[in-house]
């Protein structure tokens, strides 16, 4: 892991209110948790930041450590890491990803 991976890292979950790092993208997931979060941040229509993290290792390892979380995908909201996938589909089945989503949502 490089100071500059992390220093992207930052900017990026620090510049943005919601960010996911996910393997593939909104429109092409890569694997299925992946997909699964990307699906119920669309239900929200919340506009996200979305990165890749199989475009770069020193990304891929880099947020692992960022985070101190295992496993990809990894959601942050307003620079708090927020879990992976299955912490998000307990907080959306629950309602609490809606509460925390509500005042990002474009109708808002």
Same mark, same amino acid.
């Given at each position: 892991? *490089?100071?500059? =991976? ?13 960010? $996911?790092?996910?393997?593939?993208? %909104? #429109?092409? %997931? ?7 979060? *990307? =699906? @119920?941040?669309?239900? +929200?229509?919340? &506009? +996200?930041?979305?990165?890749?993290? $199989? !475009?770069? #290792? =020193? @990304? ?9 979380? %295992? *496993?990809? %995908?990894?959601? +942050?909201?307003? =620079? ?5 996938? #299955? @912490? @998000? ?7 609490? $990803?809606?509460? !925390?989503? /509500? &005042? $990002?949502?474009? #109708? /808002?």
């Amino acid at each position: 892991m *490089t100071d500059s =991976a992390q220093q992207q890292i930052d900017q990026v979950v620090k510049g943005n209110d919601v960010v $996911l790092f996910m393997k593939g993208s %909104p #429109d092409f %997931p890569q694997c299925g948790f992946s997909q699964r979060v *990307t =699906a @119920i941040l669309n239900e +929200y229509g919340v &506009p +996200y930041a979305a990165v890749n993290v $199989l !475009l770069s #290792d =020193a @990304i891929r390892q880099g947020i692992k450590a960022y985070s101190d979380w %295992p *496993t990809i %995908p990894q959601l +942050y909201i307003k =620079a708090e890491f927020i879990g992976g996938c #299955d @912490i @998000i589909s307990e907080m959306h089945a629950s309602g609490e $990803l809606k509460e !925390l989503l /509500a &005042p $990002l949502q474009k #109708d /808002a």
